[in-house]
C-alpha cells in the first residue's frame, strides 16, 4: 500500500510539473506572440483630388476599404504627361490619406503599445486619436511610434490616421510608388521590454572548433521605479538548444541600459552563400520569475574578408561575388511589398547562379533581407541616392540637413544582425564625389557606420573613383596619368566601389594599393524579351552603342535581344565577366540590373515606361542572356540556343548558344549539320549565320564525342491555343499569398508562337483575386491591376492571391480564336 501510495504521489508530482511547464512554456509563447503582430488588415483610404480636396479630410471624404502594403501609384494610368516623368514610370504619385479603427483589450492597459512602419513613401505623418505622432519624409526606412498615453481600451474605438504626401514630382530617378507600401505591426511588451532593434549579435572570433558570440542588448525600463530583472539569451540551432548565459541587473526607472552577455557556440555551422546555416538568439527578461518579455534575433556565423590579393574570403575559402542591383518594385505589383514576389525573384537570381544582392539605392524591405540570409545571398545594404545635392527636384536631398543622421542609425541598427549583409554602401553616384565637400560628408557618415557597427567594410558606388579617358585608357593608365575621385583616394572607404569604368579593373592594385576592390553596379546591357532585329542583313540598326547613330529606327522602342546593346557607360554583359572572371583580386560584381523595373526606360522616353537593363523582364521571364550567365555561374549542364525559329525564307540569321560542360556544339537544320563551333580563348558563346528554313533547329553538344545536351526550336504554325502553368499549385489560405501563372500561346501542335500578342482575357473563380497581369514589355501601358493584358512573344503573366478561405480556385484565360485555358489552384 506505501508503494502504491509512492507511486500516486511521483505519478501526481509529473503531472502537476508537465502541467507548470506546459503553462509556462504557453505563456512564454504567449509573451511572443502577442509582441509583434500584423497590423494590415481592415484599413480605409482615400485619394485627394488636387483639385477640391487639397489637404483636408473630412465627414463627407470618401473612403475605400482594402489591406496594407498598398501602392496606389501603381493602380493610376500611365501618364505622357506625369510629373514624375519617365524616369519615375510616368505613374503619377499625389496626396492620399488611410485610416484605420481598432480596439485595444482592457488587459493591456499596463503594457507599452507601439506601431511600426516598414516603410511609407513618402512624407508620412501619423496621428493616434487626434494627437499628432510625428513625420518621416524618408520613404524607405522603417519606424515606430508609441501609441500608449493616447490610447483607448476595452470597447471604445481607437482611431490612427496617416498622410502621405507623395505630390512633390519628380523625386526620385526611378519608380517609387506611394502610400503605406511595406508592413505595419502593433507591438505589445511589458514597460521593462528590449527596444526597438534592440540586440545587437557579433562573432568576434570564428574557428571550425569555436565561435565567441558577443550579445548587446538595449533594455528599456518604462516603469516609473527601478526594477531588478533576470535577462537570459539562449541561442538555437533550428529547435536545438545550443547555449545560454543569464544575468541578473538592476535598472532605474525610465532608463535604458545596455547589457553585454558573452557565449561561446561549439563546433559552429558556419553561415555561406551555398549553405546559409542559422541560429536564433532568444532573449527573456524575467521580473520575479515570471517571463515579462522574449525578444527572438536570427542570425549566423561566419568569417569574412576582402583581400588586397586573394578578393571576398568566406569561411576562408574563395568566393567571387556574382550579384545584380535590384530595384524595390516588384513588377506588375507595384512597390507594394509581398513576400512571396521577393521569394520568386530570388529563386529565380538564384537558379541563374546569382549569390548576391545590392540594393539599389535605398534601405531595402525587412523581407527581402530575412530571404537573403535564409537563402544565400551576399548583401550589399545601400543607404543614399545623393547627399545634400539633388539630382530630382524634390528628392531626398531636401531632407538631408534633418534627417540623414537619423535615418542612417535606424538603417544601421534595423539590419545589422542579418548575416547575409556584407557590406555597407554610403551612397551611390553621388554628385559631390569628386569634391572635398563630399569627402566632408563621406567622414561624417563612415563614423556613422562605424560607431554602430564594426563588423563590416563600408564603400560608396562611385562613378567611377577615377576619371578616365575610356578611348585612350591604356596609354592613360600606362602613363599613370589618372585623376582620382576625391573620396575614392579620401582613405575614408574599406573597399573601393566601381560603377562601371571596367576597363580600369585591371589597374585597381596600381591605383588603389591599399585597399581592395568591389565592382558596386556593372554592365548596363539592354534587351527587349524575345526580340530578335539583329540577324546579319539588319544588323546595322544597332550599334555597339545605343547612343550612337542609328542608319535606321527601330519599330515600338525594342532593343535587341542578342548581348550587343550597352549603354555608353556601361558594357555588355560578356564584356564585363569576361574582366571580373580573369582576376583574382577582384572580389565580384553587381550586375545593372538583376530584373527590369518601371521607370528609367533608358535609352527612350515615352512611349516605354519601364526598364531594359533586367536579365529578366517585368513580368519575370529571363531573357536570353540569363543562359549565358546560368552556364558561367552554375554547376548545371547548360545548352541555350536563340533565336526562335520563325522568320522570312531565306533571311540569314544569327544563331547563338551558350553552352557548359562540353567541348563544342554542332548545329543541324532540318537534319543536316551546318557546323560545329566551340568557345576559343575567352569566348562565351559560339555563332553561326545561316538562312532560314522553315522545320527544325537542333543543337547537340558533346564532350569526348559524347553527346551532352540536345535542344530544338521549331519552326511554330499559327497561334491556336493557350496554355497555363503555375509556379505554385498550392497555396496558402492567408490573403498574402500568390500564385504565378505563366501563359503561352501556342500553335495546334503545342510549339509556342514566338511573335504571337493576342489580348488575354482572365477570370477567377473562388475566394481569391487576380492582382497582377504583366508581358514584360517596357513600352505597354495596359494597367497591372486589370484582368486583361496583351502578350509579348508569346507568353504573359497572371498572379493570383488567395483569399481567407481553405478552397479551389479556378483561373481561365481566353483569347479571341484561341482555345482558352483553365487552371485550378488549391489553397489551404
Not at 503531472?15 to 504557453?26: E, R
Not at 537570459?232 to 533550428?238: L, S
Not at 533571311?651 to 563551333?677: I, P
Request: some cysteine.
Amino acid at each position: 500500500m506505501k508503494t502504491k501510495n509512492k507511486c500516486l504521489k511521483r505519478l501526481f508530482l509529473f503531472i502537476f510539473s508537465a502541467m507548470f511547464l506546459l503553462n509556462s512554456c504557453s505563456k512564454k509563447e504567449d509573451v511572443f506572440a502577442k509582441r509583434k503582430i500584423s497590423f494590415n488588415a481592415d484599413w480605409s483610404f482615400h485619394l485627394n483630388d488636387s483639385i477640391t480636396d487639397k489637404d483636408t479630410i473630412g465627414t463627407s471624404t470618401k473612403w475605400r476599404n482594402l489591406d496594407v502594403p498598398h501602392d496606389w501609384s501603381i493602380e493610376g494610368k500611365f501618364d505622357e504627361k506625369s510629373p514624375a516623368g519617365y524616369g519615375g514610370g510616368s505613374l503619377n504619385g499625389g496626396l492620399a490619406w488611410y485610416k484605420k479603427i481598432f480596439k485595444i483589450d482592457s488587459l493591456d492597459i499596463n503594457k507599452t503599445i507601439s506601431i511600426t512602419f516598414d516603410g511609407v513613401y513618402k512624407n508620412s505623418e501619423v496621428w493616434i486619436n487626434g494627437h499628432h505622432l510625428g513625420k518621416r519624409p524618408n520613404g524607405y526606412i522603417g519606424f515606430q511610434y508609441e501609441l500608449t498615453p493616447y490610447l483607448n481600451y476595452g470597447e471604445k474605438n481607437n482611431e490612427i490616421i496617416v498622410k502621405v504626401d507623395n505630390s512633390k514630382q519628380p523625386n526620385s530617378r526611378w519608380y517609387s510608388g506611394s502610400g503605406i507600401f511595406r508592413n505595419v505591426w502593433i507591438e505589445t511588451t511589458d514597460k521593462l521590454h528590449v527596444g526597438q532593434w534592440g540586440t545587437y549579435i557579433t562573432t568576434p572570433k570564428v574557428t571550425a572548433e569555436k565561435a565567441s558570440i558577443s550579445i548587446e542588448t538595449t533594455i528599456k525600463n518604462q516603469y516609473k521605479e527601478s526594477k531588478k530583472a533576470t535577462v537570459t539569451t539562449t541561442i538555437f540551432k533550428e529547435d536545438k538548444k545550443v547555449t545560454s548565459v543569464t544575468q541578473d541587473i538592476t535598472i532605474n526607472a525610465n532608463e535604458n541600459q545596455i547589457l553585454n552577455q558573452a557565449a561561446e557556440v561549439e563546433n559552429p555551422i558556419l553561415w555561406s552563400d551555398e549553405k546559409p546555416e542559422l541560429y536564433t538568439a532568444v532573449t527573456e527578461i524575467s521580473l520575479d520569475d515570471k517571463v515579462v518579455d522574449q525578444y527572438k534575433t536570427t542570425f549566423g556565423i561566419r568569417d569574412f574578408k576582402f583581400d588586397l590579393n586573394k578578393g571576398f574570403i568566406l569561411n576562408g575559402k574563395q568566393v567571387k561575388i556574382k550579384g545584380v542591383c535590384m530595384h524595390h518594385d516588384l513588377g506588375p505589383l507595384g512597390s507594394a511589398i509581398n513576400r512571396r514576389a521577393i521569394e520568386r525573384q530570388l529563386e529565380i537570381l538564384k537558379e541563374m547562379g546569382v549569390n548576391g544582392i545590392r540594393t539599389s539605392h535605398n534601405p531595402p524591405a525587412p523581407e527581402l533581407l530575412d530571404l537573403c540570409d535564409k537563402m544565400g545571398f551576399i548583401v550589399m545594404d545601400e543607404a543614399f541616392d545623393m547627399w545634400k545635392q539633388n539630382k530630382t527636384k524634390y528628392d531626398y536631398a531636401n531632407d538631408w540637413d534633418k534627417w540623414h543622421e537619423r535615418d542612417l542609425v535606424d538603417q544601421l541598427r534595423r539590419d545589422r544582425n542579418h548575416p547575409s549583409i556584407f557590406i555597407w554602401s554610403i551612397g551611390n553616384e553621388i554628385p559631390e564625389q569628386w569634391n572635398e565637400s563630399g569627402v566632408e560628408i563621406a567622414k561624417e557618415l563612415a563614423a556613422i557606420v562605424r560607431l554602430n557597427d564594426k563588423t563590416r567594410p563600408l564603400t560608396a558606388a562611385m562613378n567611377p573613383p577615377v576619371n578616365m579617358n575610356i578611348d585612350e585608357v591604356t596609354l592613360q593608365f600606362e602613363k599613370k596619368n589618372v585623376q582620382f575621385n576625391a573620396i575614392a583616394k579620401s582613405g575614408i572607404l574599406d573597399l573601393i566601389g566601381y560603377n562601371y569604368a571596367h576597363q580600369t579593373y585591371e589597374y585597381h592594385q596600381k591605383n588603389f594599393p591599399n585597399t581592395p576592390f568591389i565592382a558596386t553596379e556593372t554592365t548596363s546591357g539592354l534587351e527587349t524579351r524575345g526580340y530578335y532585329d539583329a540577324v546579319s542583313d539588319t544588323i546595322k540598326k544597332w550599334p555597339v552603342r545605343w547612343d550612337l547613330k542609328f542608319t535606321e529606327g527601330n519599330p515600338g522602342n525594342t532593343v535587341s535581344a542578342y548581348d550587343q546593346v550597352q549603354a555608353p557607360w556601361g558594357s555588355t554583359h560578356e564584356a564585363t565577366w569576361k574582366v571580373i572572371k580573369k582576376h583574382d583580386f577582384l572580389s565580384g560584381m553587381y550586375i545593372w540590373t538583376g530584373f527590369d523595373y518601371i521607370g528609367e526606360p533608358t535609352p527612350y522616353e515615352w512611349p516605354s515606361v519601364s526598364s531594359y537593363f533586367g536579365i529578366v523582364d517585368l513580368a519575370g521571364f529571363p531573357k536570353d542572356v540569363y543562359y549565358m550567365y546560368q552556364s558561367e555561374w552554375t554547376n548545371k549542364t547548360v545548352l541555350h540556343v536563340f533565336p526562335h525559329w520563325n522568320w522570312k525564307v531565306g533571311q540569314t540569321v544569327d544563331v547563338w548558344a551558350y553552352y557548359n560542360n562540353a567541348d563544342e556544339v554542332e548545329l543541324f537544320v532540318n537534319r543536316k549539320s551546318v557546323g560545329k563551333r566551340s568557345k576559343k580563348g575567352d569566348d562565351l558563346h559560339v555563332m553561326w549565320r545561316i538562312p532560314f528554313e522553315a522545320g527544325t533547329l537542333k543543337a547537340i553538344s558533346s564532350k569526348n564525342g559524347k553527346v551532352v545536351l540536345e535542344k530544338e526550336i521549331t519552326t511554330a504554325g499559327n497561334p491556336s491555343q493557350l496554355k497555363l502553368t503555375a509556379d505554385r499549385s498550392t497555396i496558402k489560405a492567408d490573403k498574402n499569398d500568390l500564385s504565378f501563372i505563366t501563359v503561352d500561346i501556342l500553335d495546334d501542335k503545342g510549339t509556342i508562337a514566338p511573335n504571337a500578342n493576342n489580348e488575354i482575357n482572365f477570370s477567377l473563380k473562388g475566394n481569391g483575386k487576380i492582382v497582377g497581369v504583366c508581358s514584360g514589355d517596357p513600352v505597354s501601358h495596359e494597367s497591372y491591376k486589370g484582368t486583361k493584358h496583351t502578350a509579348l512573344a508569346g507568353k504573359c503573366l497572371v498572379i493570383v492571391q488567395s483569399g481567407d478561405k481553405s478552397e479551389r480556385l479556378e483561373l481561365t484565360a481566353k483569347a479571341n480564336g484561341l482555345k482558352q485555358a483553365t487552371i485550378v489552384i488549391t489553397t489551404e
